[in-house]
């Protein structure tokens, strides 16, 4: 029997993370057979260029399409969802896959979601039912009502999804890949650490109580990211720690929190700060594993950190109502709050382990579904009896 | 005060008499200011170029988009939903309207609402909350996640959205304005009536009863379409009535259905059947509300028919789950099924009326809430208390 | 060492007759590996399908892309244009050619050229310095100016190209490949010519006397083509004879064309004329080295024609300047003056072959150019001694 | 009589100093009417936003286009001439413009002049028949094969054009957009000029000698731009003197640029070099006018610098072939070569102004031209007597 084709579309460097395990769990299983497409940021030397690490991984990549059209605003954001669209259907055409996995809540995701979706192609989407603030939230559940298998990371997320129309038959609460990478995260970092890794900035000891930054911009809320970053920025300034900070992702206003940041760095030349393009998924993980604060406005606050314990600072509506562990301390945008809440939370320490999003076997339920699921292309909405 | 600006994007025959009354009413409305966009099948002769009845409406077209990637297949319809996207970003990049307004659920319906949401404009959407089969089903809903607004056309479809996470402050329960039209049709024809359009085959009396038979592909039995319409020409040409047929839209297996229907005239050139590309949409109104059956898988058998109690007979899977009145039979892919239930609903005769679908007043209502509501951008999944 | 990649794109039913044996020999060459692109109009059922043909030939294809954007007029062909260059660009991208070759003058080969040169890729041009009318005229040589390696088909053709500045030593007269295929066409057509063809009309006695009609829209003439397709079908219907027609390409106009022969047939059921989709290669060119007379502005009349020796028949502007052999003889867009050509090419018979577009081996020596050239990516205005 | 549409695409800072001049004759003329699209790099903030300096220059903009396609290598260029043929195509379809003109020889040039030409708008084109090296080489002379109008900036040129078949009815000698404004250059620059310009490095008194530097990728040359770059920052780094340095602009290798200055900048903070992304055309002119020595591959050197006098070291194969003046010495991709350049240029001070790209009156000469020129659609290869 042919095994059955999985096409993966990777299209960040966080979505990288967000799979990895899953496409491990592909390639080994006996009945599958994975298809690898990277695009969008996720061959850009600007967002960390996640294709080099994908390759080093021993992953082949079946395709690369580029398909982000450049201005980092709300139209731009628009136009690289419908250029994905144009691009992976000719992928899709030529690949064949039995199913195709799309990851969260991202344009990119979009693209992939309603290509799939209008092929006729099963569509498995990971992260549905979760509720968050921003355009994810919307695009996230819009995927949902596209997606013909469900991976939810936890039962809570699932009920939404029954909630929303989907058939509990093609839901399964899987955990997140995000969690198995964080299952596996070192508790401490060698001294090696940042050799793979250029960035900008003064050198940094690990061993020593350090922040992480990673605060992306928020686009229901364009034209305010200056602003917002500037507070973030204050407040990290002012707590005076060494801190690692990475460049935001390549939504609509990306280019507002860039532009803050070298700012910054022009006007502090001698601030602890180093910045960084990109990390390896586990190399993430394990940054922060063992920083002593999260700052910004990521999930992985939020999703691994519950995990592993991190304290964190989650700053703004980008995260709002998202399920969430004891680690997370909310903060508004400004400086002051933001500064208070890094305090208290470096002060507390790691938090205890919370696996609300998983148990770290996420990747392997999910190929086993992937291997032996039998659904209809043909949805309709289920009403509860 | 500036004017609101409320965008319409008109895509196809269908599309436009589902939105007409509300076109009238927007540009009425004193605190409104009407853009138009007509685009995808609206733009074709092989669709009938409703762009051509627009204009002779009296609404100004500002724009004008073609986006049908040719093929007529799965893969050409994500393509064309893509193509949309692009360009439609620019389009709104350019017209900077307030609110955009998308109707029910096609693909250039989805380019639209992706476009529009992620560019942080107000999406409001009618015909959400409906159920149905095809890939429509997938997408009204996934609409609905995006729309900020919503008009849907019954209570039943409002409570679905409210099932689904909408906000019921969003809500707005203003009928379908296609219902409107519907309202005003006369309950006969003249003699002139078909002076207007050429189409092709013989010559008929519509004083003398009639079919209309509309049958579109069902993209997600895609390949199944020339067996499908197979069927329904063997029931039409022995049932022996003088039948008015419509071209079907462009879904994916329109090429199929067409296909069909081109072999069955090389075959049947006595046959006492017409086919044409496109009515007015009044003019469509008219010809289902005196016809002795309407046969295929149109909505409209179910939305304008209950209201004008037209007897008709729905074929396949594509209608599956929406909302209906008693006018409606329902029958499967066989010939023999579909004969009987024409025989039947002939035999029969008109329906009382039924308002599931609205009372003639969509239009109004929908201008009256653009004109005022507030909304905000930011859409948050909503919990029952 | 590893073989050249030569990769070709075929986007028409005639692009393919114009390249198959090139593709062949490229087959058959140790040095070279051929990858094939089939897009555009070759993919779809309204133009014949040829991509069908293609695999029955044994040529596998390792991508298929939509790329025709629906309307058939001036803005869908630049917009086609685009839609191919951005699809192409990702094929490329990931088949990594060596060379890509492209045919002629339309608006695919302009799209795989402005990709393929873009991309550092070495394009190869056939037909190069040709001069025609349409737009075709300016777009072929707008692709010299590309390209980067020349196969003009005769002397005086690349003499025109070193006029324009394209250095003697990247010019290569070779031939035509269409001429490969008229070498081998037999002189006589078996009873079983049509079985595989269905098109639509009459049957017909290839073994008597027939026309062969094949006229395309003139692209700089967009809005003439019902008129100049109406004056041909009268003087064609006038000439009573047998006819095999065929649709035309999908250049701008081509919906008129198609609109004048639809509403002809609806008119004259009766007329012994035989429209059809496609033929191979090989049929097409046996069809018109055994008829009476080829009528329309194919540019086949021309060059296949010169070498077969067949009565043709030119109208209007569309092959103005086109080196030409005695057999064909000019009309204008008038029924009177076409028919009187006719009748005089019927009249007089088959001409004596004349080699001014090839001797029968162009593929096997652009094959051979293609496995030993050494040209540099960058070209530079090539100014004679 | 209606006035006649002149549709001017401006896509990058350089373009709009290349065509301001005619710009204002547009606008002034009694029987014209601009329309202005502005796209590409054009719109974005990496590359200077060149609107906002258009827009303050009170020249309204029709439309807005987003274009590029991120990644700056060479597959994103031709995805963005796809891209860019797309939107322009339904740009031109709702502004219907008379003539179109286009600048120079970038891929958003070609995208321009695709898309025209296809729909039979009439193509006006300036700096045909130049020759230079990278891709520019090839892509000026395709887009004169397109081109109905063409504005040479002399004779040389011109007469290049009818070489390559142009009719020389169609061509006006009448000098470059650019050197209209150098001719209104100010021989000093007041203290206040930075003023408007943040930029980043140290600061600078510009009545002191300095240097300005402006080298772009050679796209033929693609993989080589770190390793060219290095080799001018070392020859700048050892002159010594203060230097104002524009970042490159799109094309492809554009990133390896960038990324070779951030780099130099983070190893070399003390330098004493400025980067900017923009000036205004007449700022810029006025600084090259001003300058000890103009360095890089810009072809402003040879065109503004010829007239102006400007000692400049042209590096690398970008301009060659280029007609120039004497105040250009060239100089290979070697520290050591750049450097000895420099020196000599700035020991030598200005040079006579040569009027071999025009006299100061171009803009107005074209305006004329586009006002009463009556030509064909139809181009035909022009082959001498």
Redesign the interface.
């Known amino acids: 029997m042919a095994k059955r084709k999985i096409c993966t579309i990777v299209a960040s460097r966080a979505n990288y993370g967000r799979v990895k395990s899953l496409l491990e769990s592909v390639q080994k299983h006996p009945d599958l057979e994975l298809q690898l497409i990277v695009g969008a940021s996720g061959?850009?030397?600007?967002f960390g260029q996640v294709v080099n690490v994908i390759e080093r991984d021993g992953f082949p990549v079946n395709?690369?399409?580029?398909?982000?059209?450049?201005?980092e605003n709300?139209?731009?954001?628009?136009?690289s969802?419908?250029?994905?669209?144009?691009?992976?259907?000719?992928?899709?055409?030529?690949l064949r896959p039995d199913v195709v996995v799309t990851v969260a809540d991202r344009?990119e995701t979009?693209?992939t979601a309603?290509?799939a979706?209008?092929?006729?192609i099963c569509l498995a989407h990971t992260q549905g039912g979760e509720?968050s603030?921003?355009?994810d939230?919307?695009?996230r559940?819009?995927?949902?009502?596209?997606a013909h298998l469900h991976f939810p990371a936890n039962q809570e997320a699932a009920d939404?999804l029954v909630?929303?129309?989907e058939d509990p038959a093609r839901i399964f609460v899987t955990g997140c890949p995000a969690i198995d990478l964080a299952a596996r995260a070192p508790k401490e970092i060698g001294p090696e650490f940042f050799a793979r890794y250029g960035g900008?900035g003064p050198a940094m000891d690990l061993n020593r109580p350090y922040l992480v930054v990673l605060q992306h911009p928020v686009?229901?809320?364009?034209g305010q990211g200056i602003d917002q970053i500037n507070q973030t920025l204050a407040a990290v300034n002012q707590a005076g720690m060494q801190t690692v900070w990475l460049w935001p992702n390549v939504d609509?206003g990306s280019?507002d929190i860039s532009?803050g940041l070298?700012m910054f760095r022009?006007r502090n030349?001698e601030a602890p700060i180093h910045f960084y393009r990109n990390f390896t998924p586990e190399d993430y993980v394990t940054l922060i594993a063992n920083c002593a604060c999260l700052v910004g406005n990521s999930s992985s606050a939020i999703r691994e950190g519950s995990f592993l314990g991190t304290p964190a600072v989650n700053i703004g509506?980008r995260q709002?109502?998202r399920t969430r562990g004891p680690n997370v301390a909310d903060a508004g945008y400004t400086a002051q709050g933001i500064a208070e809440a890094i305090r208290a939370q470096v002060a507390h320490g790691p938090y205890p382990s919370a696996s609300i999003y998983g148990d770290g076997r996420a990747g392997e339920r999910m190929a086993q579904v992937l291997a032996t699921a039998e659904v209809s292309?043909?949805?309709?909405?289920f009403l509860r009896g």
Do not use: C, W
């Not at 061959?43 to 600007?46: A, T, V």
């Not at 979706?117 to 006729?120: A, G, K, R, V």
């Open positions: 061959l850009l030397y600007r395709a690369r399409v580029y398909s982000i059209v450049e201005g709300l139209t731009t954001m628009a136009k969802t419908g250029l994905a669209i144009q691009e992976l259907a000719t992928l899709f055409e030529n344009f979009m693209g309603v290509a979706s209008y092929m006729n509720v603030g921003s355009i939230e919307s695009v559940h819009a995927i949902s009502k596209l939404i909630r929303m129309g900008v686009t229901t809320e364009f609509a280019d532009k070298r022009e030349p509506s709002t109502g292309i043909q949805k309709q909405f």
